[in-house]
């Protein structure tokens, strides 16, 4: 089974930190994301990643930073933090193949900037 | 570009009665869809997806989807709910053309199942 795993389930920071989320995938999948949830606007797509040091935009990608050194692993930077950013953020993860394929997902980070 | 809508936020359903959840979506081309699942403090678990062939498509915990060009919908069904179904679903529409998956997903709804 395809397996995400995110760092923290829960995390709770203050204004001004500098926060580092990181998403491990265990099946060599090219193509990692990163969303955030919020009740009512379901998920938004910050970046995306489709190989090692690559890296694309997503929808809502102000206020974030990514990182890709590794093939498995995926880091979303907020380089300070602000109250809007408190969120459920999500990791996925998929395989290559020039077309939409399954993304898997890890359990999520619900991350509160006070 | 792509758009999906789930027109109920919330739905209650009697455990043992039969659920069916609204998807429509807007995309130029023919779409992949997806619906997903999300039980409290979880990720997302896929349930079923539509690629190619056969509108109607088997999941997983008895779900099924119908997709209905005609109608731009993708709506989940499932003949007889339990309990443990209550949770959150997403419907997503796919970029068929493009290089890199993305997708867009709906806002969710919520079910709620009642005994």
Redesign the interface.
Known sequence: DVK?TQSS?YLVKRTGEKVFLECVQDMDHE?MFW?RQDP??????IY?S?DVKMK?K?DIPEGYSVSREKKERFSLILESASTNQTSMY?C?S?N?G???????????TRLTVL | AQSVTQPD?HITVSEGASLELRCNYSYGATP?L?W?VQSP??????LL?Y?SGDTLVQGIKGFEAEFKRSQSSFNLRKPSVHWSDAAEY?CAV???AV?????V????TRLLVSP
Do not use: C, H
């Open positions: 995400v389930r193509n969303y009512g606007l379901g998920l938004r797509l995306f489709y694309e997503g999500l996925a998929s290559v020039g077309r939409t394929d399954t993304q898997y997902f890890g359990p999520g | 936020i992949y997806f997903y403090g979880q990720g997302l678990q896929l997806k690629f997403f796919g970029a068929k290089s890199f998956q993305k997708l997903f709906g806002t969710g």
